[in-house]
Nanobody, 119 residues
């Protein structure tokens, strides 16, 4: 079992910044994937950004957040942070932290944290 605890959501004006943090605990495997998804009302959950340490490692971002969001990972602390800059109203959603053992198809989800960007 893996537990994910998120923090850092809130209300911000368009153009502002927020930082989301997620700490993983429990049965953490050394090769894994962590990241953030989001779900806006009436829409499907979508990938925001994720990072993997398999092979040479890789980080991917949704096209909609490239250049504005930055994902960072601390493997010693098992944390993943999402720095969100130049926020737009369309970034409003519940953001979920995600962890998966690299070789598994299914992973674990955090409880979600609300991000609201006002225009």
């Amino acid at each position: 079992q893996v537990q994910l605890v998120e923090s850092g959501g809130g209300l911000v004006q368009a153009g502002g910044s927020l930082r989301l943090s997620c700490a993983a605990s429990g049965n953490i495997f050394s090769i894994n994937v962590m990241g953030w998804y989001r779900q806006a009302p009436g829409k499907r959950r979508e990938l925001v950004a994720s990072i993997s340490n398999a092979g040479s490692g890789s980080t991917i971002y949704a096209d909609s957040v490239k250049g504005r969001f930055t994902l960072s990972r601390d493997y010693a602390k098992n944390t993943v942070d999402l720095q969100m800059n130049s926020l737009k109203p369309e970034d409003t959603a519940v953001y979920y932290c995600y962890y998966r053992k690299y070789s598994d198809y299914e992973g674990y989800w955090g409880q979600g944290t609300q991000v609201t960007v006002s225009s």
